[in-house]
């Protein structure tokens, strides 16, 4: 039995019951908590009841990432909804990146446990042709450069990780189709904030998304001061404050 890879103390999960209102949150691959901390706390101080938590094989080793995959993380956000709903009255998403993702997919699969979704710089295509050999690189190399602290904010940090495991990437890619093939399930209302200028994703995912999903309400924020890793970025407060006031008039006021 392999020994388990000790955590690193700031990507330990987050817990804080606050209110009746509740909002889950999900950091992006490769990423960790740090990213959704200080979103989380903000709501929490609003009244809101917040987990953050710590996607299977994040916070830990590049190496550990590439244990696990897409069905790990989404097995994740899942059973956090599930516990979530069993102690509040309504529930709202929130995702960075592939937390975008994964958010978007329960919303899909559990459209009566979804009240509203927020997602920043969401990944579900890219335009990356290099994305396609992933498969094949992955035989012979466990990771390449890292993508993570995509952030223009001098001396910020999200505490990921300085590689990108190839296996587990190849999890995540092999998840996309399946999530733009069923946009339509979404019925939740919906905010989306992207960055113009974002090193990681590209813009392919937000034509997806507002072609595809059928929320009666969609929102859509540009910003113009951030990179990828938005929630820790100039545009912070922007996300922070929105996202807050868009939850309260479609969940519901956190006290």
């Excluded at 330990?12 to 901390?37: A, N, W, Y």
């Excluded at 009244?47 to 995959?69: A, C, E, I, K, M």
């Excluded at 951030?226 to 929105?242: G, K, P, W």
Aim: glycine residues 8%; aromatic residues 8%.
């Amino acid at each position: 039995m392999s020994t388990p890879v000790p955590v690193e103390p700031l990507a330990q999960p987050l817990s804080r019951d606050e209110g009746p209102i509740g909002v889950l949150l999900s950091h992006g691959f490769t990423g960790s908590p740090v990213s959704m901390k200080p979103w989380a706390n903000h709501l929490a101080d609003l009244g809101f009841t917040v987990r953050v938590p710590r996607l299977p094989g994040h916070g830990t080793s590049w190496q550990d990432l590439n244990r696990v995959g897409w069905d790990d993380w989404y097995a994740e956000v899942d059973a956090a909804l599930t516990q979530l709903r069993a102690q509040c009255d309504r529930v709202a998403i929130c995702g960075l990146s592939m937390g975008g993702a994964l958010g978007l997919r329960l919303a899909e699969l559990r459209p009566s446990d979804v009240d509203a979704l927020v997602i920043v710089n969401p990944a579900i295509a890219m335009r990356n042709w290099q994305l396609r050999f992933v498969p094949l690189v992955m035989r012979i190399l466990p990771a390449m450069p890292g993508i993570g602290n995509d952030i223009k904010r001098p001396d910020v940090d999200e505490s990921g990780y300085d590689r990108t495991p190839l296996r587990a990437l190849n999890t995540q890619l092999k998840a996309w189709p399946m999530i733009r093939a069923d946009l339509a399930l979404v019925t939740c209302p919906l905010l989306m904030f992207r960055s113009t200028d974002d090193h990681v994703v590209d813009a392919t995912s937000l034509g997806f998304i507002r072609a595809g999903v059928s929320s009666s309400v969609a929102e859509y924020i540009t910003l113009h001061d951030s990179y990828h890793v938005a929630t820790l970025d100039f545009d912070a407060q922007l996300i922070f404050d929105r996202s807050a006031a868009f939850i309260t008039q479609h969940v519901g006021s956190p006290r």
